[in-house]
């Protein structure tokens, strides 16, 4: 499980992103999992200000890129930080 910090002063709607990029409902305060053809099986919890995200990969891989950039996007949104600041803040664990 990974922990992704929301920026300060970044505040979304996580269930409406979810909804938006993923077409999944629930509430992100109780934790809810869906599943991304291409990702896996996710589940996810926002507790205060970050997000924890835990991915089961599916058995068979596809190669298409554009699934991992929706995904960026997605948690781009989520947390206000992009691919670089989330690799350097990894860096630091």
């Known amino acids: ?3 992704y910090k929301i920026k300060r002063g970044h ?3 996580l269930d409406a992103l979810i909804t938006q ?10 934790g809810m999992q869906f599943v991304v053809e ?3 099986t996710i589940t996810i919890r926002q507790e205060k200000s970050s997000l924890f995200i835990a991915i089961v990969p599916p058995k068979t891989v596809c190669g298409d890129h554009a699934i991992i950039k ?4 997605f948690l781009y949104d989520a947390t206000g930080k992009d691919t670089k600041e989330r690799k350097k803040e990894f860096g630091k664990i």
Do not use: L
């Not at 990029?21 to 509430?27: F, L, P, S, T």
């Not at 929706?70 to 996007?73: F, G, L, Q, R, S």
């Open 70 to 73: 929706k995904w960026n996007e």
């Open 38 to 40: 291409g990702i896996g």
């Open 11 to 13: 505040n979304q709607d």
């Open 21 to 30: 990029y993923y077409g999944a409902k629930g509430d992100i305060g109780k």
């Open 1 to 3: 499980m990974r922990e």
